[in-house]
């Protein structure tokens, strides 16, 4: 079935160290995917997106690069800082369904130490 | 505030009660989701409305679980008879644009405890 993995579960680093978070995903036909960062009691909020026409793409310290061969893609942050602690999500669109709906990997707790 | 917004934020019940949960979107947005989330797990997908019509429901959404948008604008979202496996947190999303390509706001979410 649709299905999304993501590893590690959780991920400790060095403050000003780069942190990588791979997703594997099912549907061959997904082409949206959004990560989203969730803090402690909040709501997901959504800090890059990569669909399928486009291989990489980068927001100053953060970067995404998918590979839809091997159906996986990535999270890159460099320079990490103490306030990008939190449990980061990957997700994929799944096509089959036209509603858009997302399913989400398991997700990632990344702990940044001072 | 114009992002999506629930009510109420936490809802404590005792077994076998009903509860209702509500969902506004952003105003322009025409779809709007409904997620669950069990502690440690990423959301999982309960059901979806394009304007008023409820176009997609989960597996997980058992028949004590109904949704409804009856003006194409807030949703709500009713558990009758809780058991203690619904304590979770509720979050709704909404979004424009192409199906599949555009991007998910959250609300805060309504935690559940059932107790």
């Known amino acids: 079935g649709e299905n999304v993995e993501q590893h590690p579960s959780t991920l400790s680093v060095q403050e000003g160290d780069s942190a990588v978070i791979k997703c594997t995903y099912s549907?061959?036909?997904?082409?949206?995917f959004p990560w989203y960062k969730q803090e402690l009691g909040k709501r997901p909020q959504l800090i890059i997106d990569i669909r399928s026409n486009v291989g990489e793409k980068k927001d100053q310290r953060i970067a995404v690069t998918l590979n839809k061969t091997a159906k996986h893609f990535s999270l890159h942050i460099t320079e990490t800082q103490p306030e990008d602690s939190a449990v980061y999500f990957c997700a994929a669109s799944i096509r089959s369904s036209n509603t858009g709906k997302l399913i989400f990997g398991q997700g990632t707790t990344l702990q940044v130490k001072p | 505030d114009t992002g999506v917004s629930q009510n109420p934020r936490h809802k404590i019940t005792k077994r076998g009660q009903n509860v209702t949960f509500r969902c506004d979107p952003i105003s322009e947005h025409n779809r709007l989701y409904w997620y669950r989330q069990t502690l440690g797990q990423g959301p999982e997908f309960l059901t979806y409305?394009?304007?008023?019509?409820?176009?997609?429901k989960s597996r997980l959404l058992s028949d004590r679980f109904s949704a409804e948008r009856p003006k194409g604008s807030f949703s709500t979202l009713e558990i009758q008879r809780t058991e203690q496996g619904d304590s979770a947190m509720y979050l709704c999303?909404?979004?424009?644009?192409?199906?599949?390509?555009?991007?998910?706001?959250f609300g805060p979410g309504t935690r559940l405890t059932v107790l």
């Open positions: 549907d061959s036909a997904s082409n949206y």
């Open positions: 999303a909404s979004s424009s644009g192409q199906p599949g390509m555009d991007t998910q706001y």
């Open positions: 409305f394009q304007n008023e019509a409820q176009l997609e």
